[in-house]
């Protein structure tokens, strides 16, 4: 644990799925307990209180969270920085078929935390949109006075005219402005990240690169608007920008993963406590991740399948729901699903093997597979835990620290296209 006074701000640092101690004295304000229960509720950190000692446990996910009002807990994922960069460009697909096409760039600085890193690219990145131009859209003008533009008879009439005002028109004009959702949402995300950045480690390097950044935005940038992510969120899906601005692409997306937690509700605790906040659902990340290294390298004919969205079907056989959401499915043409949970902790436990069960019978799956991280390289790869009822429940050990992340990657496909495979003569018996 690393536990370092900036001013009266205190910042620890713990490492995903591990714990660690504080004493009760540091929650404590005034005689009561000032930990956010946000913090606990939403699942970000698990407390337990013993002995005169609070203890924390990190989960799923990642980032700078808020734990009081002085104490935010830095969780960071098991892995090196390196591993980072390929997992994030895998989980969000942004390599395709070009390999030098990285939306991050890896640093060795193991110190580094994921702000910084997402920090230091999106700053990097912009410097493609500064030396080529930023987006600009045609914004409709309506001007009441001399005529310029497109007449707009009926308003002229109705606003003017009839007020006895005839020396004047309304008229409508197109211009191009720079204050479009893609700009608004990246000076944001590059606003957030550097004052939260600025708060817990005002030493970075990054912070004088990112407010020279910010100075070179264009003054006519106004502040988000509510729709503004959504609208950037749908172009990154779409790939609907122009041609000529595609170098956009990677700032919106680092952008939008700098402002994912929006989806963690801690607003309520007031503003002061969403600008230190920065959180990534790695267990998240981990699954996407593995879904397109499957889309990726499975045989042809065999398909990928998202549990939470297309790949779901109803868990029971009599009622459409609830749902039954595996996170991955695969499946080839006349033969049984596998079924692949992934689960961001180092060993999976009874809960896991009893959904992934509940699965198996919904999808009348024979192979189910647990994916967790592995310790060490002795854990890697697909191990039989037991038979149910003629369903094979496997583990499968993936080392995310391993220096050779593409070998880990090309085991993995192999070993899940083995299942398939199985599963495709067993139909055929």
Not at 177 to 187: E, F, G, L
Not at 254 to 276: K, M, Y
Not at 291 to 303: K, M, N, Q
Not at 405 to 416: C, K
């Amino acid at each position: 644990m690393t536990d370092t006074a900036i001013a009266d701000y205190r910042l620890v640092t713990v490492a995903a799925r591990s714990s660690v101690e504080l004493p009760l004295s540091a929650v404590l304000k005034g005689g009561r307990i000032q930990v956010y229960p946000e913090v606990e509720s939403e699942g970000l950190l698990f407390l337990q209180f013993q002995g005169g000692k609070i203890r924390l446990t990190a989960g799923k996910y990642v980032g700078l969270i808020p734990l009081t009002p002085d104490i935010t807990v830095d969780v960071r994922p098991k892995l090196p920085v390196r591993n980072l960069a390929r997992v994030l460009d895998q989980a969000r697909a942004s390599l395709g078929s070009v390999a030098l096409d990285r939306y991050y760039e890896a640093t060795d600085d193991q110190g580094t935390t994921i702000l910084e890193f997402l920090l230091s690219n999106l700053v990097n990145s912009l410097q493609s949109v500064q030396e080529n131009g930023y987006l600009k859209n045609y914004i409709s003008q309506v001007d009441a006075g001399a005529l310029h533009g497109r007449l707009l008879a009926g308003q002229t009439l109705k606003s003017l005219w009839s007020r006895g005002e005839r020396h004047k028109v309304v008229t409508e004009s197109f211009q191009q402005s720079v204050d479009v959702a893609a700009n608004r949402v990246i000076k944001f995300a590059l606003e957030r990240a550097t004052a939260t950045l600025c708060r817990v480690r005002p030493s970075s390097p990054i912070l004088h690169k990112a407010n020279r950044t910010h100075g070179n935005f264009p003054r006519s940038v106004e502040a988000l608007l509510h729709n503004d992510l959504k609208i950037c969120r749908a172009a990154l899906r779409s790939r609907s920008l122009p041609a000529s601005r595609a170098y956009y692409y990677r700032p919106l997306e680092i952008s939008e993963l700098l402002l994912g937690n929006s989806a963690v509700s801690l607003e309520r605790t007031g503003e002061d406590v969403q600008l230190q906040t920065f959180i990534l659902n790695f267990e998240e990340v981990f699954e996407n991740y593995l879904r397109h290294i499957l889309a990726a390298r499975v045989p042809t004919g065999c398909d990928v399948r998202d549990g939470n969205g297309e790949g779901a079907r109803p868990l029971y056989d009599d009622r459409a729901d609830p749902p039954a959401q595996p996170d991955i499915v695969l499946e080839h043409v006349g033969s049984q699903p596998v079924i692949v949970e992934v689960k961001y902790k180092d060993k999976p436990d009874r809960a896991d093997v009893n959904q992934v069960v509940t699965y198996a019978a919904a999808y009348r799956a024979t192979n189910v597979v647990l994916v967790h991280q592995a310790k060490t390289a002795a854990q890697t790869g697909a191990q039989l835990r037991g038979k149910i009822n003629g369903t094979n429940v496997f583990t499968y050990g993936f080392d995310l620290s391993a220096h050779d992340l593409e070998g880990q990657e090309a085991a993995f496909a192999t070993a899940m296209s083995a299942f398939v495979t199985e599963s495709v003569h067993m139909a055929a018996a």
